[in-house]
């Protein structure tokens, strides 16, 4: 691997910069490989540069069906915090914040990881009450979040209206510093370097058509577009299309797929310094690097696998998001697209093995999982190396769904999907 | 008497916003008019107590989810009021038509 840093720039300077190579190989799918993953987004990749890099597995694949990172990694609003109310996700996604603190030093690729603040609007009763509660219970996980008052809110996002006025008034706010945002596309890249280096093979336009199995029911391998694999462990990081690629094992997923819509305004200098959401109106939206206000809208209603959504979501947010910042009114939006989000009954994602011997599964992230994407792929890793769980992903079974042990975040998530 | 075309209607090959569902007594509405019901013909259990877990978590949460044909229930809540049952085609979210509750399913339509 070609290290990066300002001395490789400098000294590839004097070449014309015409010294850089590719960053990952392309290489032709082998026949066999000890593990393979199903899905080439931030988590497969993720997933598979810790299970070559912590657990010495290298003779292992991530199956993409058309370009890594195309798909939900590279079309969320890149917001990351871990102020979730039960104790097992705030364990798990502060976890995965942890590991962001240190991804661009780990991986040698600048994911542009900035904790510029996480800031959740209050505008009545029922809220101030519900993340005061979460204010606590973060508190007692180690999470950080503070309770902010309207004035302490505006003073920390000044672009934000606090006029009584206004049709839901903003009374105060839960703010967790360590949060921010990453660069989406950065992190598939980084993951994707890191990963080949240690020799995994990232295998792009292959897509899985079938699971197979031997005598015993356990994975014997997958039917490709590129030819047949056979593999005795399987790791499905599918996302929109979990529900798809386990069918093929004849599994039945507690899922179900909606389409999630985000957009960016025209580019303007900086003036937001930080992430905001409302959940009681619906408004999401921090400012990239490049200047674009990245707006994050609603699911669609209906299940779909399309990746587009209808319009009147986005109008929903974007009235919303004039309401709280009469500055953009005049603001153009630039894009506008959808992703297929994997969404389970209580909202949290499924890190677990299967009851099919040799398949373990990481879906259910819904609206929120970029977030968790380092997290995501450290435990799973974990899960599929010991052929069992990390203590902080055992509760993410698919059996919660008959058990009753659900983990309920749906009342919990930044906004109501 | 002629038929007068009902303003929304979008003509083929028109960019569709949204959804223009066929509500079998209504005819084609906006979605904005419609609520979703999930998917079609997941009927409660009869004898609740005689599930197993298996069997109620399947009722409460497994869903086919599937990637193409979809049976599935809307309620035209600014409408008719009525619940009825459709075919849509989750790839291309276009409608392959409906039936009422309690009546069998069609084929769908190509």
């Known amino acids: 691997m070609q290290k990066f840093s300002a001395f490789a720039i400098a000294r590839r300077a004097l070449n014309g910069h015409r010294g850089w190579g590719p960053q990952w190989r392309s290489p032709e799918p082998k026949t066999q490989y000890d593990a393979l993953i199903i899905g080439g987004g931030g988590h497969g990749l993720a997933t598979a540069y810790y299970l070559a890099r912590e657990h010495g597995m290298r003779n292992i694949a991530v199956l993409e069906k058309s370009w890594i990172g195309g798909g939900n990694t590279g079309r969320n609003t890149t917001i990351i915090r871990s102020n979730y109310l039960f104790d097992e996700s705030a364990r798990l996604y502060d976890h995965a914040v942890k590991l962001w603190e240190n991804l661009s030093q780990t991986l040698n690729y600048n994911v542009m990881f900035s904790q510029r603040g996480v800031m959740m609007l209050a505008h009545n009763v029922h809220d101030e009450q519900v993340f005061k509660r979460h204010v606590h219970a973060n508190r007692l996980n180690g999470v950080d979040n503070e309770w902010l008052t309207a004035e302490q809110a505006k003073a920390f996002c000044p672009p934000l209206r606090i006029s009584p006025g206004m049709r839901y008034p903003v009374i105060g706010a839960a703010l967790q510093r360590r949060g921010g945002t990453a660069r989406h596309d950065a992190v598939a890249w980084g993951y994707a370097r890191a990963a080949d280096d240690l020799g995994v093979d990232i295998i792009q336009n292959c897509m899985v058509t079938g699971i197979t199995r031997d005598a015993d029911g356990a994975v014997s391998g997958v039917e490709t577009t590129r030819g047949r694999i056979t593999t005795r462990k399987i790791g499905v990081v599918a996302a929109g299309n979990s529900s798809v690629v386990m069918a093929m094992a004849g599994i039945r997923m507690p899922l179900e797929s909606y389409p999630l819509q985000a957009l960016v305004s025209e580019p303007v200098k900086p003036i937001f310094p930080c992430v905001v959401m409302s959940n009681t109106i619906h408004a999401y939206i ?28 986005n109008t929903h947010t974007l009235e919303a998001i004039c309401e709280l910042f009469p500055d953009f009114r005049r603001l153009r939006v630039l894009r506008n697209w959808g992703g297929i989000v994997d969404v389970t ?73 | 008497m002629k038929r007068r075309r009902p303003r929304w209607r979008i003509e ?49 949460y497994l869903r ?19 619940f009825f049952n459709v075919w849509r085609n989750t790839e291309t979210d276009h409608f392959h038509g409906s039936w009422k509750p309690g009546q069998e399913p069609p084929d769908p339509t190509p």
């Open chain 1, 286 to 313: 921090s400012q990239s690097d490049k200047g674009e206000l990245v707006i994050g809208a609603g699911t669609d209603s209906y299940i779909s696998y399309s990746q587009r959504g209808a319009l009147h979501v």
């Open chain 1, 345 to 417: 009954p209580d909202r949290s994602p499924i890190i677990a093995k299967t009851s099919v011997p040799g398949l373990y599964v990481n879906c259910g992230w819904g609206t929120g999982g970029f977030k968790a994407t380092p997290g995501s792929g450290h435990l799973f890793a974990h899960t599929i190396a010991k052929g069992e769980p990390h203590a902080l992903n055992a509760p993410f079974t698919i059996e919660r769904f008959r058990d009753g042990f659900l983990i309920d975040e749906a009342a919990a998530a930044a906004v109501a999907h």
């Open chain 2, 12 to 60: 083929d090959g028109a960019r569709v916003n949204m959804l223009l569902i066929p509500c079998p007594i209504c005819g084609e509405r906006p979605e904005i008019e419609f609520t979703y019901g999930g998917e079609a013909g997941i009927a409660r259990p009869t004898q609740p107590a005689a599930l197993n877990d298996d069997e109620w978590g399947e009722f409460l």
């Open chain 2, 64 to 82: 086919r989810n599937p990637r193409g044909m979809h049976g599935e229930r809307w309620r035209h809540v600014n409408g008719c009021g009525r």
